[in-house]
């Protein structure tokens, strides 16, 4: 079933141009549109790489079908679309929703930290699963994270958002480089010292049941892909295959000038494939 959007709050960053909205549900989502600047398929990307995320355990927002009715979005002159030479409203149908990380107080929910307190987040273990998951998925651009405290809490915890880019977007293709998909600062690696440092997430996405990939592509509208099942059939298969190639995927982002494992004995740009076997930590 899908959420009924009921009120635009507030446009959000980023090249999506997703827009909060209040649910039906009573909760607030983060709206991204067919019809955004980037591509549809963007919006199917987001749905199964979250939700394979939140199968291995780690931490990012629920995820929806949000339904956007023509009605709201006639009467509401913030739902629109700016492709450059154009503004378009914003589609009407079944969109993607991201549950809204916080809450709406200033300083409660950020995207960026101070180094020290990045170092000091409550799941900073996570980057490194996440490292695994866009990996895995072959995402294009880099990690994207942000960051919520409760009330009086003095410690962050950090939410993994913004999968658009898994598959690189629109094309549904795995094109691997070292540097992509990784979060910009080193900082959040620091303490990776060999490949018990990726578990639990790592292992749960090498034997990750087949059933539990197709079921998350199985509930992603057709309208986000085109409708063409034989391509989202070859994606899953695809991804699927993957699950053995994620560790020699984490060695060459390992290995690269980022050098972001200093306490990985073995693990650096000089080392050969297996320079690292054997080494304690390992």
């Given at each position: 079933?899908?959420?009924l959007a009921v009120q635009q709050i507030?446009?959000?960053?980023?090249?999506?141009?997703?827009?909060?909205?209040?649910?039906?549900?009573?909760?607030?989502?983060?709206?991204?549109?067919?019809?955004?600047?980037?591509?549809?398929?963007?919006?199917?990307?987001?749905?199964?790489?979250?939700?394979?995320?939140?199968?291995?355990?780690?931490?990012?927002?629920?995820?929806?079908?949000?339904?956007?009715?023509?009605?709201?979005?006639?009467?509401?002159?913030?739902?629109?679309?700016?492709?450059?030479?154009?503004?378009?409203?914003?589609?009407?149908?079944?969109?993607?929703?991201?549950?809204y990380v916080g809450g709406l107080m200033?300083?409660?929910?950020?995207?960026?930290?101070?180094?020290?307190?990045?170092?000091?987040?409550?799941?900073?273990?996570?980057?490194?699963?996440?490292?695994?998951?866009?990996?895995?998925?072959?995402?294009?651009?880099?990690?994207?994270?942000?960051?919520?405290?409760?009330?009086?809490?003095?410690?962050?915890?950090?939410?993994?958002?913004?999968?658009?880019?898994?598959?690189?977007?629109?094309?549904?293709?795995?094109?691997?480089?070292?540097?992509?998909?990784?979060?910009?600062?080193?900082?959040?690696?620091?303490?990776?010292?060999?490949?018990?440092?990726?578990?639990?997430?790592?292992?749960?996405?090498?034997?990750?049941?087949?059933?539990?990939?197709?079921?998350?592509?199985?509930?992603?509208?057709?309208?986000?892909?085109?409708?063409?099942?034989?391509?989202?059939?070859?994606?899953?298969?695809?991804?699927?295959?993957?699950?053995?190639?994620?560790?020699?995927?984490?060695?060459?982002?390992?290995?690269?000038?980022?050098?972001?494992?200093?306490?990985?004995?073995?693990?650096?740009?000089?080392?050969?494939?297996?320079?690292?076997?054997?080494?304690?930590?390992?």
């Amino acid at each position: 079933m899908a959420v009924l959007a009921v009120q635009q709050i507030r446009r959000m960053r980023g090249g999506a141009q997703g827009h909060l909205m209040l649910g039906a549900d009573g909760k607030l989502w983060v709206v991204k549109f067919q019809n955004n600047p980037q591509h549809s398929r963007v919006l199917a990307n987001e749905m199964l790489a979250t939700r394979l995320a939140a199968a291995a355990g780690l931490t990012v927002p629920d995820t929806a079908v949000v339904e956007v009715s023509s009605w709201l979005i006639e009467n509401t002159p913030e739902l629109e679309v700016d492709h450059g030479r154009e503004r378009v409203r914003c589609a009407a149908g079944l969109q993607f929703g991201a549950r809204y990380v916080g809450g709406l107080m200033p300083g409660q929910v950020v995207d960026y930290l101070p180094e020290e307190q990045l170092g000091e987040i409550r799941n900073l273990e996570e980057f490194a699963g996440m490292l695994c998951l866009d990996k895995w998925t072959a995402n294009a651009n880099g990690r994207q994270a942000v960051f919520s405290r409760k009330a009086r809490e003095k410690r962050y915890s950090a939410c993994f958002i913004d999968q658009g880019y898994c598959f690189h977007a629109g094309e549904w293709r795995f094109e691997d480089a070292p540097l992509r998909g990784v979060y910009p600062r080193n900082t959040v690696y620091a303490n990776v010292a060999g490949w018990r440092s990726f578990e639990p997430w790592l292992t749960r996405m090498e034997t990750m049941e087949p059933a539990i990939v197709w079921k998350a592509a199985e509930e992603i509208p057709p309208e986000w892909y085109g409708g063409d099942l034989a391509e989202l059939e070859a994606l899953v298969e695809k991804l699927l295959e993957r699950r053995g190639r994620i560790r020699e995927l984490v060695e060459e982002f390992g290995r690269s000038g980022r050098e972001p494992f200093p306490k990985w004995v073995g693990m650096g740009k000089r080392m050969g494939l297996r320079g690292w076997a054997g080494r304690e930590g390992d």
